[in-house]
């Protein structure tokens, strides 16, 4: 399964530099705020993401008065990753010492899931929002799908310029088969991941989470045209509407996904902690999913899970992480909270303290340099 065995840290943020030896299992990861605990979790997920979970610029990840950031993982199965973010010479990643063609290489190697506090905007943000959280599931299980959708974004890109452009009909029809083309290979597998997801969120709602969430878990799925209308005869109806736009208006770029809880909308009906576990069990479910496809596991990363939850749903979370058997960093102010929940209870489980940037390896009476 995929894990962190070593992981190596200089230059982030306002962490001191560090090197760790994960548990397989929890990692607890507490202190007071703006300590680093977010910092720590940030620094890993460069690992699969490439880039912040927190901002999309660069500047702020690397600490003042460094040139790089610095990320580096020994891997428990073997092999390694590396990122390195420079001020002057962006962004290198590396697979088992070796540079690496694109971020997406990690990715597949290391599938992260992050719970934080913006993981919210999958209910109530924008339909791009949902569409990263759709396809992050699609990337890992439907191996076609990276291509698909890398053609799709090149046709819709030349699509779009030649709009812009106010370009003949002639020159924009190559483009719009394109789109259409790959956007139908997109739409499909899409649209076959949520059926899967939906029936494993159901079972784990209807014997854990019916009773808090006030009813049955729905997604309803939108491919971002017609479902009646093929997408190709849409776009050469609406060209010249698509023209006075300036870019195109049907396509899997639009599509989108509702989720609803006894037939309502859960942006509008459920309480910030009724939606952080409804957040909580879909991340679950996606790694159930792939876990079940392709037999590889995720890495979570859990910042602040007491914050919006009671006792007895942390502990509903954390029970169901156990349940996958994945490696998961979870951050608290107070330790003694979560320790009290039987999933942290093992000997597996590692508490590290984080005060000012430095990170010390603890256990319940004892504090020891990591």
């Known amino acids: 399964m995929p894990s962190l065995s070593r992981l190596t840290v200089t230059g982030v943020r306002n962490l001191a530099p560090l090197s760790l030896n994960p548990s397989p299992s929890f990692n607890l990861v507490h202190g007071d705020n703006g300590s680093g605990k977010t910092s720590l979790l940030e620094a890993i997920s460069l ?8 901002t999309h610029q660069q500047k702020p990840l690397i600490q003042d008065g460094e040139a790089n950031a610095v990320v580096h993982a020994e891997m428990q199965e073997g092999g390694s990753l590396g990122v390195r973010k420079s001020r002057r010479e962006g962004t290198l990643v590396k697979l088992n010492g070796v540079r690496a063609a694109s971020v997406s290489e990690l990715a597949q190697e290391l599938p992260i899931q992050i719970l934080h506090a913006a993981s919210f905007q999958v209910l109530d943000g924008s ?14 299980v439907k191996h076609r799908f990276i291509a698909a959708w890398r053609n799709s974004r090149r046709a819709l890109s030349n699509r779009n310029v030649l709009l812009k452009q106010n370009a003949p009909a002639a020159a924009i029809e190559p483009w719009s088969r394109e789109l259409a083309l790959h956007a139908e290979e997109v739409d499909a597998l899409r649209q076959e991941y949520v059926n899967t997801l939906l029936a494993g ?73 009724q939606a952080k576990l409804l957040i909580s069990v ?44 994945s490696q998961v960093f979870v951050t608290a102010i107070d330790p003694e909270v979560l320790l009290a929940v039987p999933a942290l209870a093992g000997s597996q489980t590692k508490l590290f303290h984080v005060k000012h940037g430095k990170i010390s390896q603890s256990d319940r009476g004892s504090t020891d340099p990591v």
């Open 282 to 325: 879909l991340k679950i479910a996606q790694a159930e999913q792939l876990q079940a496809e392709t037999s590889k596991q995720s890495v979570f990363l859990v910042d602040d899970l007491p914050s919006e939850l009671d006792r007895f749903n942390q502990e509903r979370i954390l029970s169901l992480l156990a349940v996958l058997r």
């Open 47 to 54: 690992l699969s993401m490439g880039r912040s979970f927190r």
């Open 127 to 140: 339909p791009s929002d949902r569409r990263a959280f759709l396809d992050w599931g699609v990337f890992h």
């Open 201 to 273: 969120i159901q079972t784990m709602a209807a014997t854990e989470l019916l009773d808090v969430l006030g009813g049955a878990v729905e997604i309803r799925y939108w491919r971002g045209w017609d479902d009646a209308t093929p997408l190709a005869e849409l776009l050469q109806r609406h060209l010249e509407r698509e023209r006075k736009a300036g870019h195109t208006l049907y396509g899997p770029h639009r599509a989108d996904l509702r989720f609803l809880v006894g037939g309502r909308d859960c942006s509008s009906t459920l309480s910030r902690g």
